[in-house]
Nanobody, 125 residues
Framework: QVQLIESGGGLVQAGGSLRLSCTASGRTFIIDTMGWFRQAPGKEREFVAAWSGDSTYLADSVKGRFTISRDNTKNTVYLQMNSLKPEDTAVYSC????????????????????WGQGTQVTVSS
């Protein structure tokens, strides 16, 4: 099994920045793909960012503002969020799965086997 713990959420003003962290524990060697998803109240969960193998992917809505990176020595994935907007307000969750996958697959929440508990990000206007 794999356990994922997110941290770094909080309240920030529009235009501000936050960095989310997702640390994996357990059988981390089976992880080949990790993603960040978010869900705002009353809305469906949506893809934010992912890495799979040596590739990274970002949703169009966050390109130029968010970056995803990882530190394999710490089994941690980061989501650096800059120029935050009120519409970025959501619960952000990280997820992990086996196998390197195509971007079309990495961007879909279905197929991810492991999920963190989520961290709230609130952007005030």
């Amino acid at each position: 099994q794999v356990q994922l713990i997110e941290s770094g959420g909080g309240l920030v003003q529009a235009g501000g920045s936050l960095r989310l962290s997702c640390t994996a524990s357990g059988r981390t060697f089976i992880i080949d793909t990790m993603g960040w998803f978010r869900q705002a109240p009353g809305k469906e969960r949506e893809f934010v960012a992912a890495w799979s193998g040596d590739s990274t992917y970002l949703a169009d809505s966050v390109k130029g503002r968010f970056t995803i990176s990882r530190d394999n020595t710490k089994n941690t994935v980061y989501l650096q969020m800059n120029s935050l907007k009120p519409e970025d307000t959501a619960v952000y969750s990280c997820a992990a799965r086996k196998l390197v996958v195509l971007p079309s697959i990495a961007k879909k929440s279905i197929g991810y086997d492991y999920w963190g508990q989520g961290t709230q990000v609130t952007v005030s206007s």
